[in-house]
């Protein structure tokens, strides 16, 4: 009989305040998205950082003379670059490519751009070393050590761009959750003003039920469980908007970075744990908005 009372009492609260119940899970399902958008960016940027963690290589450029007159690096000074590279604390591998394979591999760069293709192919490129180590934060103290030192002409190190391509991704995810913060405020403000007006217009049978036994809780439980029902549709909706988002943004905007390997791709399991995350989120903070409210500001 409780059972059945809470459930009616629900029903016919969603569907007496329908207009503020619509209002409150788009809301959430807005303010949700926003979230998980953020979090997928957290996911994406971890993901890229991972990515490019075992392809971050330090190189040193080298000079006109030795990429001219050196197509083994048996002579010197790169014999003693490439001997005392590998002797040094966390160096894994050093790799010569001579000014033939440096063309090579721009020309297979740029296959689908005839006007790179052309240029760096009238464009004598450098030989250069491609240094890879255990720990990335060493490629520094590497490239200070060796970059002075003859016959090289400069070195860059992947690092700083890598850490580059990540911080428009935490840029991204700030943004997000900026956007969240506002739209969950909304939502939440939303959640207790329809609280209050569902109580409001039940003042009367709510007033019997108290004077014939029932208890505070048990009368005030169908108002919160108004607001969880809503929070729990707006909280599948912003799940469906993130699958629905994968195939219609994402895969679109950086489908062909993620076919070229530039970017590791955002999976469905990445959205699953995402879902996994933001969906009690939601259902929660309604179920304690509305708790709040009833306690401080309904007192039938």
């Given amino acids: 009989m409780r059972v059945s009372f809470l459930v009616g009492e629900v029903l016919r609260g969603l569907r007496r305040n329908v207009t503020i119940t619509v209002a409150m899970i788009l809301t959430t399902m807005v303010s949700l998205t926003m979230l998980g958008g953020g979090l997928l960016s957290v996911r994406m940027a971890d993901k890229t950082g991972e990515f490019f963690a075992s392809r971050i290589e330090l190189r040193f450029y080298l000079d006109d003379d030795v990429s001219k007159n050196d197509q083994d690096c048996s002579q010197e000074p790169c014999k003693s670059l490439v001997s005392d590279l590998k002797k040094s604390n966390g160096v894994v591998s050093v790799q010569f ?11 297979d760069l740029f296959k689908g751009q005839p006007t790179m293709a052309e240029y760096v192919t009238q464009t004598p490129l450098p030989a250069s070393l491609r240094v890879k180590m255990t720990d990335a934060r060493d490629y520094p103290r590497v490239l200070d050590e060796f970059g002075k030192r003859k016959g090289i002409k400069f070195g860059t190190n992947d690092k700083e761009i890598v850490d580059r391509m990540i911080s428009v991704f935490d ?11 506002v739209m969950a405020l909304a939502a939440l403000l939303l959640i207790a003003n329809m609280v209050q007006i569902a109580a409001f217009t039940r003042r009367t049978e709510v007033g019997i039920m108290r004077l014939v036994g029932a208890t505070r809780w048990y009368t005030q439980l169908p108002f919160l469980l108004e607001a969880v029902v809503a929070a729990i549709f707006g909280s599948i909706l912003a799940v469906g ?7 219609m943004v994402i895969d679109k905007v950086l489908g062909q970075l993620f076919d070229e390997n530039v970017f590791p791709r955002i999976t ?21 908005t509305a708790y709040a409210t009833l306690r401080f500001y309904v007192r039938e």
């Fill in 97 to 107: 490519l001579n000014r033939d394979a440096a063309l090579k591999e721009a020309q």
């Fill in 268 to 288: 469905g399991s990445d959205i699953a744990n995402v879902a996994l995350t933001i969906a009690p989120i939601g259902i929660v903070f309604a179920a304690l």
């Fill in 241 to 247: 908007a993130l699958l629905l988002a994968r195939p």
């Fill in 171 to 181: 840029g991204l995810r700030n943004a997000a959750f900026g956007l969240a913060i």
